[in-house]
């Protein structure tokens, strides 16, 4: 295929995902309030727990409800049009793969995408205690005003930043398999993978507070172990398939 006829291609791709995505936006307008009791969740528990006179949720300009419109219902159209863009991704780069190639990202995308959801679902879960000790912070008589529009952002960095964090494991797996990471290697190097998944953690959670980065550092390493443990079996397959595979070419032959 010429290079015009993929630029072609591409083109009516992304015309595709625009129209779904001004589609779902349109859609998800009409469904505002529920999305809104949705993301808004987690801020609404640290509330009642901290109390009304706590925190405040405001908005700021003349116009700040009518971009708390947008932002929420785009971000809304973002997710759910997930399965469509990604298709359309996913659709372009195929031709372009061999067989072995599309099997690997099958599986991968199987095993990615349940991870993805659980982080974000871990994230949406721990986000309430978050805001608590943030907000917590606070000295008495003063009253946190929270701009719903930086909150959007805020939610959105805290379910991106988890959902990606449960992919790193998948990461070091897919390493393995290309023969570039060996399952020694993670065992040796695992007291300081342990220190730096806590250490990522706290710098990537936004909310910065020891009750999310443990929630998040935790099950980063569970994840580890058993991506080490896949690693070592593959290592062992490999071996056994292929046993003189680690031979070095100036070694002597036996024969």
Not at 101 to 122: C, Y
Request: glycine share 6%; charged share 15%; aromatic share 14%.
């Amino acid at each position: 295929m010429a290079l015009s006829d993929h630029l072609r291609e591409l083109r009516a791709r992304i015309l595709r995902v625009v129209l779904v995505l001004f589609v779902s936006l349109i859609v998800s307008l009409f469904f505002f309030e529920q999305i809104y009791d949705i993301v808004f969740g987690p801020y609404e528990k640290a509330r009642e727990i901290l109390g009304d006179e706590r925190t405040l949720p405001t908005t700021s300009g003349a116009g700040g409800g009518l971009l708390l419109y947008l932002k929420l219902c785009g971000f809304t159209a973002i997710v759910c049009t997930a399965p469509v863009w990604l298709w359309q991704i996913w659709a372009f780069i195929m031709p372009g793969l061999h067989p072995h190639e599309r099997k690997w990202s099958r599986i991968f995308i199987s095993i990615a995408t349940p991870l993805f959801f659980l982080g974000i679902a871990l994230a949406y879960l721990t986000l309430p205690k978050g805001l608590e000790i943030l907000i917590g912070f606070n000295p008495e008589g003063i009253v946190n005003l929270l701009d719903q529009a930086e909150y959007i952002q805020f939610f959105t960095r805290t379910m991106l930043v988890f959902g990606i964090a449960f992919e790193i494991p998948v990461f070091v797996v897919l390493l393995n398999l290309a023969g570039i990471v060996k399952g020694k290697q993670l065992a040796a190097y695992r007291p300081w993978i342990v220190i730096g998944s806590f250490i990522f953690a706290a710098i990537a959670t936004p909310s910065a507070d020891p009750f999310t980065m443990t929630f998040m550092a935790v099950p980063m390493v569970m994840l580890f172990f058993i991506s080490e443990i896949i690693a070592r079996w593959n290592d062992r397959r490999k071996a056994r398939n292929h046993p003189f595979a680690n031979l070095s070419p100036d070694e002597v032959s036996p024969l």
